[in-house]
């Protein structure tokens, strides 16, 4: 179906930016968007302006990460038609072959498309190396096809890493403890069409075990650092003559998540610290603060606007 969607803080904002977002018919994740709250008007047809994006996403739990990305996209001003990637070389644990089969599409299958963006999704392997990733062959290839198929890619928090690695032989680094919460970031280019809206601080979520070095970002010439953190580091790249970028934290995260990340490693017993600026006053038993989702819809926004066209 083709779908709008409205909700959440700005509602009334939202409603007025909302166009049509076309995702594969029966998805439970577009259910899952309507019980949040969502407002949902079915389409019957898209038009001459509708952007092509596809999703190529390699996070376990798969509806998770589909509604993640259809709350951001459907709230945009721009229409979308959202297609499922798959790897061929991979078979997930968490999804049964009825949901991939049914709502993705494998990589052989598009190769021979275009699409106007393309989202890669992290994974929770970044303390692998690169080469002992079992697709790391086809991802990488996904990589090069992208420079010719697709206008414009987001690589997301480990698939920024393992992109920056594939093209630029940039190596990722073990942290001493897991980067975990909202933190503050500055904007390097506040004029850029990618932060237009956009405070002079905004907040991100991290969830992550490894990091980049600011140094190693700066001393390639071809790349420029766009946002950082004092505290999580570099947050925004742009490889430079194109319109891929490198995004190491979880803009497009729901308010929960890191609530359920909290409290899946306590009931492991797992060392895990409270995430940073996340609960109000701090405690697990308060609500999540949304410091973030306003700035997500907006990077996705203008990402889907400037960039993708």
């Known amino acids: 179906p083709h779908v709008r969607t409205t909700g959440g803080a700005f509602e009334d904002l939202v409603r007025e930016l909302t166009m049509p977002i076309k995702v594969p018919a029966g998805l439970p994740a577009l259910q899952a968007v309507i019980d949040e709250g969502n407002a949902v008007e079915i389409l019957e047809k898209t038009t001459a302006r509708t952007l092509r994006i596809a999703l190529l996403n390699i996070m376990p739990m798969k509806e998770t990460t589909e509604a993640d990305f259809i709350r951001l996209l459907a709230t945009s001003d721009e229409e979308i038609e959202l297609t499922l990637m798959r790897l061929d070389t991979h078979t997930p644990k968490h999804a049964s072959p009825e949901h991939m089969s049914n709502y993705y599409r494998g990589f052989n299958e598009l190769k021979g498309e275009h699409f106007d963006g393309l989202i890669i999704t992290g994974a929770p392997i970044e303390k692998i190396e690169y080469e002992e990733v079992t697709y790391w062959p086809e991802l990488c290839t996904i990589f090069n096809w992208a420079k010719e198929h697709v206008t ?71 790349i420029e650092l766009l946002s950082e953190s004092d505290i999580s580091g570099v947050y925004i790249m ?30 492991k017993g797992l060392p895990i610290e409270l995430p940073l600026n996340y609960y109000r006053d701090n405690d697990p038993a308060n609500e999540p603060v949304n410091l973030w989702q306003h700035t997500a819809r907006k990077l996705f926004g203008n990402w889907l606007k400037y960039y993708c066209k």
């Open 238 to 267: 742009q490889e430079k003559e194109t319109r891929d970028f490198f995004i190491t934290g979880h803009s497009e995260y729901a308010l929960y998540t890191l609530d359920g990340e909290y409290k899946r490693d306590v009931s």
């Open 152 to 222: 414009s890619t987001l690589f997301i928090c480990w698939a920024a890493q393992a992109g920056l690695y594939q093209r630029f032989g940039i190596q990722k680094h073990l942290l001493p403890k897991k980067m975990f919460g909202i933190f503050p970031h500055t904007i390097a280019r506040p004029g850029l069409p990618l932060f237009r809206g956009f405070d002079s601080t905004i907040y991100v979520p991290h969830s992550r075990h490894t990091e980049l070095h600011r140094e190693d970002i700066v001393a390639c010439d071809r």
